[in-house]
């Protein structure tokens, strides 16, 4: 793993941070606290002398209570890096267990998939329903549900595993997937869709083809672009499984492979997905992408809630 992508992991520099943190807050407990409160024992003990022989040699000692209190707190009190540790630990230990087990914010980088999701949304991704998984590792260890056709899921992208992807399910393994003229086929079922008006992109200001897509028991909205061809055939890459499919310039088909996913953006001519770099591994998966809760540079209170 390089310097950059140990940098660009956020989970694992999490991680070392709960586990220098926790050594230092355990070490303190353990070990540290008891010598400071041995050193203050005997400097108490010393103090306690030396002001029983100012006493009887007839020397007055004003203000002993607080002088000893004092000396006592100076010498229990933890160092900085101890006391910050202490105080952060618990809270690192928290953060790192919520965005690992159960839910971890992403914000989204690209237009891939306008119209469900915008550049900028601040989403909610739910980290088990898949199944949970040991953190930076990503393995599985709990097997719970499988991905379905419609769901909105984070991976690692195949090519770059410290990069993040969101796509939309279109296969799930064993799924015969056909994509010509634009439109999809599962298993020999045409998938439905409902002309809806033209949708407005804010980035190019240029109009594109809206429409509703059924996709199993999802009903979602997707953007074309009828000047763009179904598939760039120059673009697509050598991929494991490659042999599954077959392109041409009205599109392509798919049988996806055991324990893999087919997966494409919403906005389908201006999405590099499943057709251009091939199948996701089940053990890419990072979770189900389940809401938005802001985004700072296009806010709409309309736009947040669940992600369908």
Not at 88 to 104: D, T
Not at 149 to 169: A, C, E, H, N, T
Request: hydrophobic share 40%; net charge neutral; proline share 5%.
């Amino acid at each position: 793993m390089t310097l950059q992508a140990i940098l660009g992991n956020f989970a694992l520099i999490l991680f070392v941070l709960m586990v220098v943190t926790g050594i230092i807050w355990v070490l303190d407990v353990a070990v540290l606290a008891k010598q400071r409160r041995a050193a203050a024992d005997r400097a108490l003990a010393e103090y306690d002398e030396r002001m029983a022989r100012s006493a009887a040699n007839g020397i007055r000692m004003d203000e002993q209570g607080n002088a000893r209190s004092r000396l006592e707190a100076d010498i229990l009190r933890q160092p900085t890096w101890i006391e910050y540790s202490g105080s952060f630990f618990p809270v690192i230990a928290l953060v790192f267990f919520l965005r690992s087990f159960l839910w971890e914010p992403f914000k989204i980088p690209s237009s891939s998939m306008v119209p469900t999701l915008l550049v900028g949304d601040l989403i909610l991704v739910n980290k088990y329903t898949y199944g949970i998984r040991l953190p930076i590792l990503n393995k599985k260890v709990v097997q719970l549900n499988d991905p379905q056709r419609g769901d909105v899921m984070v991976f690692k992208y195949p090519k770059d595993m410290s990069q993040d992807y969101i796509k939309r399910v279109i296969g799930v393994p064993g799924d015969k997937i056909v994509y010509q003229n634009k439109r999809l086929t599962v298993n020999g079922q045409e998938v439905g869709y409902t002309p809806m008006e033209d949708y407005l992109e804010e980035g190019t200001l240029t109009y594109q083809k809206q429409f509703t897509e059924q996709l199993g028991n999802v009903q979602h909205r997707i953007l074309n672009n009828e000047k763009a061809p179904a598939v760039i055939l120059g673009q697509v890459e050598d991929f494991p499984g490659r042999e599954a499919c077959s392109y041409n310039y009205e599109g392509f088909s798919c049988v996806v492979p055991e324990g893999n996913y087919f997966m494409m953006g919403d906005n389908r001519d201006n999405s590099a997905d499943s057709r251009i770099w091939g199948f996701v591994p089940d053990r890419n998966i990072v979770g189900k992408a389940f809401f938005v809760w802001m985004n700072l540079g296009n806010f709409n209170f309309d736009r947040l809630g669940g992600i369908r």
